[in-house]
């Protein structure tokens, strides 16, 4: 059975008349491209259209049915601490007196 028919059954959703258009060999927007990777990660919606909770997809923020958290941001990750991150701005400017440069040009 190929996936055009089994798409035939599913319910209508955001996702999948632009997943219907790719298989068929149509150009989509990005737009498009990430509501038909939701319907097609979500089993083309047959257990209805509901949140996936899966808050560490990348396209989380983008899903189509995603609850509405009134004051959160799009991806509710809290940010990674890295070891390459900068240290902490000092007071008094952003880089602080050793990341100036010396008169011959370099960073002492």
Do not use: W
């Not at 150009?27 to 089993?43: E, N």
């Not at 007071?91 to 100036?100: F, I, Q, R």
């Amino acid at each position: 059975m190929k996936l055009s028919e089994m798409l035939a059954d599913a319910p209508s959703s955001t996702g999948k008349r632009h997943l219907l258009k790719h298989l068929e060999g149509g150009r989509l927007t990005q737009r498009q491209a990430i509501l038909a990777k939701c319907c097609d990660c979500m089993g083309y919606y047959v257990d209805g259209r509901a949140d996936c909770q899966m808050p560490a997809c990348p396209l989380y923020g983008f899903m189509p049915y995603r609850e509405k958290r009134p004051g959160k941001a799009a991806n509710p990750l809290p940010r990674a601490p890295y070891a390459d991150d900068p240290a902490p701005a000092r007071e008094g400017g952003t880089l602080g007196p050793s990341a100036a440069a010396t008169p011959s040009g370099r960073r002492p």
